[in-house]
Structure formats: C-alpha cells, structure tokens
C-alpha cells in the first residue's frame, strides 16, 4: 500500500487550483511503492501523479531532487519534470505535508527484465549520468558503504540474528567492506536505486525512470552496480541471468564507455551494493511492526547476491 494519507475532494480540487493544469477530473490512490503516498489524477489539461512525501526523505533536500528530475528532462532524459505552480514553486504544502505535481509517464516496470531491456535501461542510466554532470546543486551519498556498515551495527546483532542467523557475520563482513572500498572512480549524480519497479517500460524502450529520492554525488559505475545487482537476478537472489547483465553494461557502454579503473572494481562495486540493500531492509524489517499494511522486503535476497558476486568476482561481469 502507499497512500498513507486521506485527501478529501475539495482539498484535491483546491490544490490542483493552484496548477495551470485545468480542472481536476478524478485522483485514484496508486498502490505501488512503499515510501511515499502517490495519486493517479486527471485533470481537463491531462494526467499527472501527485506525490505527497511520508517518511525517509528530509524535506530540506526535496528541492535538489525536484531540481535534478527538472535538470534531467530538459535534457532530454527519460525522466518526469515537475509541475510547477502559478507562482512558480515546484513544492507545496497540504496538511503539513510536502507534496509535488509531477509529469505523468507511460509504462509498465517489467517482472522479469529481458536483454533487450535492460541493454536499454544501462543506455537511460548512462545518458541520466552525462546529463548530470553539469547540475550543479550538490548531494553527498549518505547511503555508502561506511553509512550503511554504520545501520546493520546500530540494528545490534541480537536484531540482526533475529531476522536471519546469517545476518552478524554480514555485519562483519561490511567493515571489511568498507575498508577496500575505492572513492577515485568519476563521479556525477547518481540514482542509487533503479530497481525495475522505478523503470517505466514501452516494450524495449525506457518510457520513464521515477524515484529519484536517493540521487546523489557519487561514483557512475557504482550506480551501475546497484543497477547489476536490482535488474539480472531473480526476486530471492538465487538465479543469475548472465544475458541480462551483459546487456545491461553494454547498453551503458554504448552511451558512456567505462574507464578500465571501472570496470575493475565492478564486482566490488557490486558488494557495496548489496550491503546497501541488506542494510536498509533489515533496518526496515526492525521498524515495520509484522501487522502493518507494507511489504517487508528481505534483507537475505541481498545477502545471496553479495555472496554471488564475492565467489564470482570478474566473472559476475564478463
Ligand atoms: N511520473 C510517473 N509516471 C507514471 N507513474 C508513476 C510516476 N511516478 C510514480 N508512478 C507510479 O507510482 C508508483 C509508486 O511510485 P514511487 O515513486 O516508486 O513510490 P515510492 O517512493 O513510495 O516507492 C510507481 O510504481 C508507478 O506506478
Ligand atoms: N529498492 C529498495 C527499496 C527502496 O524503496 P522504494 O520503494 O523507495 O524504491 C529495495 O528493494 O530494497
């Protein structure tokens, strides 16, 4: 479920007042996503999805993610621009909330990605990459390695073997991580979290790229790794799909060829990755009461890959 707040009709039509985007018509709840609350709406001057922000996000940052969507499309990425209101602000308040009127797209996100795209999803990345480099707002990555080390140490070990017996020696397994882990590589703005279910797709071709929350400055061939370790793998992290992964870094490639330094530290890259998602689920798992109405994704689909790619090392990307 992710519409965590009830929005009454006359407050939608005040709202959508606000917007040159003609006369509200109807708003459905979306169901999909976890973080934020998101509205279908439909006005007499098209679609849009309205998106009121919950929790996780500082709503100090809300402008440089609002500003970065804007940056991208104008650039011509697959990305919705934001909506801005007739006095020109991106961001407004309802009920103490934040909330953004943002571009509709077309699109499903594919169940189970083909070759063909995730070769397109590696060139959207690739070209999101290049256009960022001239935005110039700037945003630390405060989910890397030595942050996310810092979450599973903070869950205890206790918590952490109360969620799978495996999970403290992964927490082991992080500081070592972090101590290898390289800052060198080129950086730009980077996704962080492109997972299929934040990719729009028409057939083979990128409509969208949504969920932009986590952007920040960071290595480019990082964000191929989480891109890796989220699209070539089935849900649990058991099955491998080598065609989709050398689709994907090619795809990239095809846009924005990777320094040898890069391609080196993929695999590593790639353990940083999961370490990533292995933290942030098992922090979820720890907050989310069992009877609440949200999906408790599982830290160990993470943990199978992480050891999928400390095994296969080089050959995870060959
Ligand atoms: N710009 C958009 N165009 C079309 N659909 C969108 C757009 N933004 C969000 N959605 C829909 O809303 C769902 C939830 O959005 P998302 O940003 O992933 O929420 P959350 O941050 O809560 O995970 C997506 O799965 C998609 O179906
Ligand atoms: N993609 C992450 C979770 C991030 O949540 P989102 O709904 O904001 O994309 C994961 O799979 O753990």
Same mark, same amino acid.
């Given at each position: 479920?992710?519409?965590?707040? =009830?929005?009454?009709?006359?407050?939608?039509?005040?709202?959508?007042? /606000?917007?040159? !985007?003609?006369?509200?018509?109807?708003?459905?709840?979306?169901?999909?996503?976890?973080?934020?609350?998101?509205?279908?709406?439909?006005?007499?001057?098209?679609?849009?999805?309205?998106?009121?922000?919950?929790?996780?996000?500082? @709503?100090?940052?809300?402008?440089?993610?609002?500003?970065?969507?804007?940056?991208?499309?104008?650039?011509?990425?697959?990305?919705?621009?934001? @909506?801005?209101?007739?006095?020109? /602000?991106?961001?407004? /308040?309802?009920?103490?909330?934040?909330?953004?009127?943002?571009?509709?797209?077309?699109?499903?996100?594919?169940? /189970?990605?083909?070759?063909?795209?995730?070769?397109?999803?590696?060139?959207?990345?690739?070209? !999101?990459?290049?256009?960022?480099?001239? $935005?110039?707002?700037?945003?630390?990555?405060?989910?890397?390695?030595?942050?996310?080390?810092?979450?599973?140490?903070?869950?205890?070990?206790?918590?952490?073997?109360?969620?799978?017996?495996?999970?403290?020696?992964?927490?082991?397994?992080? =500081?070592?991580?972090?101590?290898?882990?390289?800052?060198?590589?080129?950086?730009?703005?980077?996704? #962080?979290?492109? $997972?299929?279910?934040?990719?729009?797709?028409?057939?083979?071709?990128?409509?969208?790229?949504?969920?932009?929350?986590?952007?920040? =400055?960071?290595?480019?061939?990082?964000?191929?790794? !989480?891109?890796?370790?989220?699209?070539?793998?089935?849900?649990?992290?058991?099955? $491998?799909?080598?065609? !989709?992964?050398?689709?994907?870094?090619?795809?990239?490639?095809?846009?924005?060829? &990777?320094?040898?330094?890069?391609?080196?530290?993929?695999?590593?890259?790639?353990?940083?990755?999961?370490?990533? $998602?292995?933290? #942030?689920?098992?922090?979820?798992? &720890?907050?989310?009461?069992?009877?609440?109405?949200?999906?408790?994704?599982?830290?160990?689909?993470?943990?199978?890959?992480?050891?999928?790619?400390?095994?296969?090392?080089?050959?995870?990307?060959?």
């Amino acid at each position: 479920m992710a519409v965590y707040t =009830h929005l009454g009709a006359e407050e939608l039509a005040r709202l959508i007042a /606000e917007y040159d !985007v003609g006369e509200l018509v109807s708003a459905k709840g979306i169901a999909e996503g976890v973080s934020n609350s998101n509205w279908l709406v439909e006005t007499t001057g098209g679609r849009f999805i309205l998106t009121m922000y919950e929790r996780r996000i500082d @709503i100090a940052q809300l402008p440089f993610f609002l500003g970065l969507l804007d940056h991208l499309a104008a650039a011509g990425c697959a990305v919705p621009a934001t @909506i801005h209101d007739r006095s020109g /602000e991106a961001l407004r /308040e309802v009920d103490g909330k934040a909330v953004a009127l943002i571009e509709f797209l077309p699109g499903v996100s594919p169940n /189970e990605p083909t070759p063909a795209q995730a070769r397109a999803v590696g060139a959207a990345l690739a070209r !999101v990459h290049l256009a960022a480099k001239d $935005f110039m707002p700037q945003r630390e990555n405060d989910l890397a390695p030595k942050d996310t080390s810092r979450i599973l140490d903070k869950c205890g070990m206790d918590a952490l073997r109360s969620i799978d017996a495996a999970l403290p020696e992964i927490a082991e397994r992080a =500081h070592r991580l972090v101590e290898q882990w390289p800052d060198d590589l080129p950086h730009s703005i980077i996704h #962080s979290d492109l $997972f299929p279910d934040n990719v729009l797709m028409l057939g083979d071709e990128v409509s969208g790229m949504i969920d932009f929350y986590f952007a920040a =400055h960071d290595m480019m061939a990082y964000d191929l790794a !989480v891109t890796h370790a989220a699209w070539c793998f089935d849900k649990t992290g058991e099955l $491998f799909d080598a065609a !989709v992964g050398k689709a994907l870094v090619e795809g990239y490639e095809n846009i924005r060829p &990777l320094e040898p330094s890069e391609r080196e530290a993929l695999p590593l890259l790639a353990e940083g990755a999961c370490l990533r $998602f292995v933290a #942030s689920r098992a922090e979820d798992w &720890l907050d989310t009461p069992a009877d609440a109405h949200v999906l408790r994704k599982d830290p160990m689909d993470f943990v199978r890959r992480w050891d999928f790619y400390r095994d296969q090392g080089a050959a995870a990307f060959a």
